[in-house]
T-cell receptor
């Protein structure tokens, strides 16, 4: 069966360090993968999209890698700040166009 | 740009009543809108996909007669929870897509439904 796995345990890091979150999937062949940020009681906010033929994508302090052989995406936040504390969700498409399936999310806590 | 609003942001209703939630794309036309449900500390679960002017496509296990979706225009979709029960209490989130090659979905702020 199809699965998208993110570390359900919260990730606690010190301000200024790089946070690395993992998204692993099985039985998917996504054309693209997305990362979202969700704050408590709010809807997700789109961060980055990376396509299957892209290895890496960057946006300001964010970097996403996509390894279709390992079936894994890594999401990095460099020079992390307390304001980066949130839950981060990865999402994969269903290859038919624009339907997304979300992972369970990883909560990131950045301590000052 | 790409702002999606939801109304109401929270609602409390009695068991057996119906509740309507609106989802609007404020500054773009949404060819497709999606409705998700999220239980505490869980991820978003897609309930249905709707395209303007056509019937919604429901995910397996979602009762279409209980969760009525109307997508009457390119900027408005509504979800009506009919004969609500306490187990329908959840966080309902809509998203909108501009379609084409833009695969990003723009999410609304969510609606917290509590059924007493």
């Amino acid at each position: 069966s199809q699965k998208i796995e993110q570390n359900s345990e919260a990730l606690n890091i010190q301000e200024g360090k790089t946070a690395t979150l993992t998204c692993n999937y099985t039985n998917y062949s996504p054309a693209y993968l997305q990362w979202y940020r969700q704050d408590p009681g709010r809807g997700p906010v789109f961060l980055l999209l990376i396509r299957e033929n892209e290895k890496e994508k960057r946006k300001e302090r964010l970097k996403v890698t996509f390894d279709t052989t390992l079936k894994q995406s890594l999401f990095h936040i460099t020079a992390s700040q307390p304001a980066d504390s949130a839950t981060y969700l990865c999402a994969l498409d269903n290859n038919a166009g624009n339907m997304l399936t979300f992972g369970g999310g990883t909560r990131l806590m950045v301590k000052p | 740009g790409a702002v999606v609003s939801q109304h109401p942001s929270w609602v409390i209703c009695k068991s057996g009543t119906s509740v309507k939630i609106e989802c609007r794309s404020l500054d773009f036309q949404a060819t497709t809108m999606f409705w998700y449900r999220q239980f505490p500390k869980q991820s978003l679960m897609l309930m249905a996909t709707s395209n303007e002017g056509s019937k919604a496509t429901y995910e397996q296990g979602v009762e279409k007669d209980k969760f009525l979706i109307n997508h009457a225009s390119l900027t408005l979709s509504t979800l009506t929870v009919t004969s609500a029960h306490p187990e329908d209490s959840s966080f309902y989130i809509c998203s909108a897509s501009r379609g084409g090659n833009l695969y990003e979905q723009y999410f609304g702020p969510g609606t917290r439904l509590t059924v007493t």
